[in-house]
């Protein structure tokens, strides 16, 4: 059973464990700081598919398989899988989940999705409904950059703060009571808008997000900074980093040498052309599942706070004038030896 | 808490109840056999916006506020907001949730999102994580056809087995202990895809996913077609509710004369020119919202099996020449003296 905190957070009376995880990413982040972490490494875009979209799909199968391969769990042993992405109608994750015939249910919160999935998921674990949940998501750069942008052949030039949506995708599998870092608190997110309306400037319009869910996660949960070993953001990059410290100051909260966002761990901003960092779904989900998971596991971190941030426009909403609603769910990964 | 019946489904400790429901539907649906029981008929489909996408969003936002005021509760009492549609990124769901600062998560199911959503409002209630959910799906004519078909100044003509999409929202809000018809049981879908590939012909794509469902909810929870006053699916329309009668048939249940389909029941198809019936998000949630809720309410259906269906493609997965994966989520609900 489940406690609610405050007005958006919540615990666990038996945290679910993540048991394992799986990630595949693209050659471009096979070549950055965390290359040599991830599972499988993508020799090209395809993936062996005739489009970018089929690649997508079978990223997030594939990790979804590969982290199932690692506990030995048959499909059909698994309660329930999650899963979402950034396509429109979600599709890299519904064509994914035709081929495991697992019962499903569909998510969308855009590049929150992994904290979105583990809260889900953790939720009907504790709530006594699954014994086992295998939740994915991912991104791609390709399938990304020409349905919310431009044709990627029409080689726009990009603004300095725009970010490089991650090739990737990340898998983990939950379970009740069993060995692995456990889930013990999170928080859901309100959308927040506070204006930005040009879809290259992502960091600076989720930032805001970031900190209203971070703000409220202490709130609620009566934890403070000083709580956590690693406070980490899902794809703020640069620009949005810098807006979340800024704005957590102004609010009292001084997020100091323990902050970092996926976006910026992703790439090395220096050598490789991303302009601002990383962002999409696969971002949180690669950088979570190849390094920070493990650094969990091996009692490194002991207890990490991850806010996985949420663009919600669509092309359709941008070429209307619309601004970009937002959002940031979070959820507290301890390691086990605490839980 | 929750408790697993067999591979898909579960029930409840306590079952949750469906305190209110509220509505929204565009003139046509208005003309239709229910358009007397719908809380609010829009004069035209703008609903006062700039654009349809708006008018969308809004009907919405406003039938998700509209059910809060018939029961008196502040949006800051409701715990989680959930909420779907079938635009690109559901951002009718999110610019509504932009105006209610309620916790949300985003779900996608296509036109089986009213029935996910209660799955998973429920399983918050009864998991402990939550008092009061607040749900609300949608879906409009105009924004769909111009996104999943063709522009509508094109008038392209349409196939005879082709669905008319509901210009509709529906609400519902969820409870604790509280009066009112509860949700005793559901049954959470798999993946189906016999293989269709004509975005045209969703009714067809959709009954194999339908039949799967019904059929392991029955084997699961040892009920059968007798077991229900009702049996209702999302949007079948004409030729996938034939589809799934036949195809229950050859499994050896006969779903006789309880079984109806929201697609049919929203129109009068032999007057209004909607071809097959009815279809998407809106479908189901206008007609359960408007008309079967009620006569749960009232004691005229005791038990009622609804089946919401969702076809999972998109345009660009269509136009890639892929198949149509579709799911169906099917929830049991039940008059509050059986409770």
Known sequence: MGEKLGRQSFCFANPPAIVTVANIVGPMEGQGPLGSQFDWVMDDLLFGEQTWERAESKMLRESAKLALRKINWQPQEVDYFLAGDLLNQITSANFAAR????????????????????IVGSMLIDGG??????????????TAERQFRFPLEQGVQRPPFAQWTVTGSGA??????????????????????LGISDPNNMGAAMAPAAADTLISHFQDT???????????????????SAALKDLMEKQGFQLGGKYNDCGLLIYDLKKQDVHAGGSGCGCSAAVFTASVFKQVQEGKYRKVLL??????MSPTSSQQGETIPCIAHAVVVESAALG
């Open 222 to 240: 009566g934890t403070d900074p000083s709580s956590y070993d690693l406070i980490l953001t899902g794809d703020l990059g640069a620009v949005g």
């Open 129 to 142: 409904f699954a014994g086992r949940v295998l939740l994915a998501c991912s991104s791609h750069h390709n």
């Open 307 to 312: 806010a996985a941030t949420g663009a919600l």
């Open 172 to 193: 983990a599998a939950l379970a009740a009571k069993s060995a692995g870092p456990v889930i013990t608190m999170g928080t859901v997110g309100k959308v927040v808008d």
């Open 99 to 118: 081929g495991l015939e697992v019962p499903f249910l569909g998510l969308f919160g855009a590049c929150s999705t992994l904290a979105e999935s583990i």
